[in-house]
């Protein structure tokens, strides 16, 4: 790397340049440059750097104990001036420079080191931090004894910048100069299209950059003394993978920037002037010109690609044609004639976001596209820059993604069992000694959630997610990606770093009851999988957040296809199915363990559609874990959802299992009549769908109460089972009414009855293009009903299941 040949030939160069050149045209408003440690202020060409071993008014630096080191050697720095290296400043406690900022905005942060020892201080040693505003810029940048250069790009919205230097607690840290600026406000832009990613732009408002390749194409390299912002342009012949499919052209002369909305700032005519080429004389055409750059895996990168026909002339006008790919993926193809209005040599650059997921290398390759037979395929410039973490640093993930929550989950649920054993054991003792058996125990063990429900919770089961990473994955819980909301608060549909599409539940932090329910949700969910029930990916409690991340649901609630929306109507036979997965998902939580689990909120909107219209039984933020045997604390509160909560649980607050089959056979009555439980705006006798339904029937006209649209596609055998079954989980009585089990049981003889009726009928199942709330009055009329219910004050959790989908499509 050091050459001093090279070295002298440079300073030549620059020396001579720095006499011809006085000006560079681009002054920032805010501009900091120190030579820290020196007592000499320092010219460099146009630039001066201020000595900060001197009295200066421009900004602060609040430091418990420092030193200014200098060094006798001559520092050998291959592209900045060399004679800022000579001296530091050592910091050994945190110490702040607090700059005042006029312009608000993007500005750029160049921070550079370059090891020497001092006395007692050997440089190669330090271990400290750099961090800025929020964001942690670097860890021990320095590596060996060479020049290390830093740099970054922040969005400034305060009126002061805050550099904070940050020595681990036995070492130091220093630094030879620091250069902050006000940058042009078109340098960056406020959003750039993403690959590879489902949602197509990402915006870049407030995240920080840092520069990690910048290079000029065509083997040559741009000093910073000759780029109007001082960045270094590196030669691209050691990044390039296949050096003799390409050819190095220049021809700065033809570059020409009027008119376009480049600028030089954006990059300097030598870099526009000077690419990389396609070799056409090369038979092997069907190919890619590679360059290839080190990554850290799991973060984003903004790549810019800069374009300039240098090569055509316009007798031929042969244009420039490129398909560009990063690593695998195409990140389009690039007409540059149309996109500069046919000037040749007009400068021209594109902005992708990209991740680098498993990979440590980033390629970027353009290759011609067989829209003509010769065109030139070029590249001038590439600039990639790293995207902050969602903790706000640079440094690659700690891993947060499914796959491991998945880990994490075989880990937990280790543990939980293990506990849950324990506990239930202990209790099992203990209320045989206390207590006389409960006669709607049937002999199961028994587990009381009660007192017990910050167990989980505590024991870390591993689904905790950083703050940052979901602030990320709902773009800042931007508006635009809200799918519901309700009582409890906001859901939002977001995307991992690792492209998982999921539900991000956020709770507003008021209420003490949405604090137990959050727990009570976590401890439920993290302990059950089963295909019927929505799995949890995990939960985030920083900073007094109440977050749940759930698997995304495609179709939204249940509630939602059966009224008052424009979805199309769901056919009988789906709608069964649907049944039949609900009722799987409730049989498995009453008996899928030795601690039967009931929901105590089963409505159609705790019932979930996936793509498939696959049903899944959400909101388990009332679950209770057994027949609850703690009388003082059930008599305390009944909690449900008004409409679909047992007559018997309400007068004798005793809870069992029997109270989600009451509440599922309301459900199935929804899902029959498709109308909404409590429907205020229909006559007195009409309101209440079970009254109603229970009546209806009892006067021998069942037919009233079928989902009009529905009329004529079920089968009568079919009709009569499921009323059957319907009318049994409405009973009274607790005890007489069937279990999940006999319920599921039923229902799938309801839709075997239907299948064999129906064997000659159309298998077209969203029939006709009736949607959802057509035979309803208005739709005014059902947000009327859904908040009466709400209002009601019964259930507190307003389920992100009945919120999603409210508001879309
Ligand atoms: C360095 O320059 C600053 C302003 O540019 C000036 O205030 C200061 O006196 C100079 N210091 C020395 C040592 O010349
Ligand atoms: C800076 O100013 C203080 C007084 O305000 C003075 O005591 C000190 O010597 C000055 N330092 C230098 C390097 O000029
Ligand atoms: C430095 O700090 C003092 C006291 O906090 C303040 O009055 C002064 O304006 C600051 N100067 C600059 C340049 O920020
Ligand atoms: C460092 O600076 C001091 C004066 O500030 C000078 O006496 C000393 O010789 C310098 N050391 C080297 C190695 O340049
Ligand atoms: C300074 O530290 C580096 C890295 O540990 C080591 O290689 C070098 O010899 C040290 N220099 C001195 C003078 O101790
Ligand atoms: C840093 O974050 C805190 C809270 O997260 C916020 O209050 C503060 O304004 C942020 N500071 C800057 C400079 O953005
Ligand atoms: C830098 O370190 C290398 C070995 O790591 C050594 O050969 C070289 O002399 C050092 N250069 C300086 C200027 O100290
Ligand atoms: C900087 O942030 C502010 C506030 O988020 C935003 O309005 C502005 O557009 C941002 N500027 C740039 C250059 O991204
Ligand atoms: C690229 O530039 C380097 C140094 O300037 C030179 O040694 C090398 O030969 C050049 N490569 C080509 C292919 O021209
Ligand atoms: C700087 O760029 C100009 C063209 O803009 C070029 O003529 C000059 O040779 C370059 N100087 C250096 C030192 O690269
Ligand atoms: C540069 O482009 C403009 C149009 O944008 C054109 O009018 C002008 O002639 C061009 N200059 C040269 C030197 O080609
Ligand atoms: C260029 O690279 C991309 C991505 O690796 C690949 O899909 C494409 O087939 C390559 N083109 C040619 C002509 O090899």
Known sequence: MENPGNFRLIVEALFIFCLVNLSLGFNPVDEFLLDCGSSRNRSLGDRQFVAD?????????????????????????????????RTARIFNGPSDYSFPIKEQGRHLIRLHFFPFVYGKYNMSNAKFSVSAQNFSLTREPQSGNVSVVKEYSLNITSNRLVLSFIPDSVSFAFINALEVFSIPENIVPEEAKTIGRKDDKRSLRDVALETVARVDMGNSTVLPQNDTLWRLWVSDDEYLIDKNLGSFVSNVSAVNFTGGLVTEDIAPASVYGTATRFNLDDPNLNANLTWSFDVDPGLDYLVRLHFCDIVSNSSTQQGVFVEIFINTHSAGHLDLGSQTSHVLGAPYFMDVCTRAHDSRKLNVSVGSSNIINFPSVILNGLEIMKINNAAGGFDAPEVVSSRTSKIALIVGLTV???????????????????????????????????????????????????????????????????????????????????????????????????????????????????????????????????????????????????????????????????CIGSAKGLHYLHTGSTNSIIHRDVKSANILLDKNFMAKVADFGLSKTGPDIDRTHVSTAVKGSFGYLDPEYLTTQQLTEKSDVYSFGVVLLEVLCGRPVIYP???????????????????????????????????PESLNKFWEITEKCLGKHGIYRPSMGDVLWNLESTLQLQRNEQKTAHDGELSSGISCGEHLETSSEFILAGSVSELAGVSMTTVFAQMLSEQTR
Not at 57 to 76: D, G, K, M, R, V
Not at 688 to 704: I, M
């Open 53 to 85: 071993n001197s009295n200066t008014s421009s900004y602060n630096l609040s430091t418990p104990q420092h030193i200014f080191a200098n060094s006798s050697s001559n520092p050998i720095s291959l592209y900045y001036d060399s004679s800022l290296y």
């Open 416 to 578: 939980g069992l293990f506990v849950f054993v324990v506990l239930a054991a202990v209790l099992i003792l203990f209320c045989q000694r206390r207590r006389k058996p409960d006669p709607g125990n049937g002999g199961r063990n028994v587990h009381v959630a009660g007192n017990g429900t910050a167990i989980f919770f505590s024991s870390k089961i591993g689904y905790r997610f950083p703050f940052m990473a979901l602030v990320e994955a709902t773009d800042n819980f931007s508006e635009n990606l809200v799918i519901g909301v309700g009582g409890f608060g906001k859901v939002y549909k977001g995307v991992l770093w690792d492209e998982t599409e999921v539900a991000v539940k956020r709770g507003t932090p008021q209420s003490s009851q949405g604090l137990t329910e959050f727990r009570t949700e976590i401890e439920m969910l993290s302990q059950f999988r089963h295909r019927h029930l929505v799995s949890l990916i995990g939960y985030c409690d920083e900073h007094n957040e109440m977050i749940i991340i759930y698997e995304y649901m495609e179709n939204g609630t249940l509630k939602n296809h059966l009224y008052g929306s424009s979805h199309p109507c769901l056919s009988w036979r789906q709608r069964l199915e649907i």
């Open 681 to 715: 705006s229909l006559p007195r006798e009409k309101v209440n769908l079970v009254d109603w339904a229970l009546k209806s029937r009892s006067n021998g006209r069942l037919e009233d109460i079928v989902d009009p649209r529905l009329v004529g596609e079920i089968k």
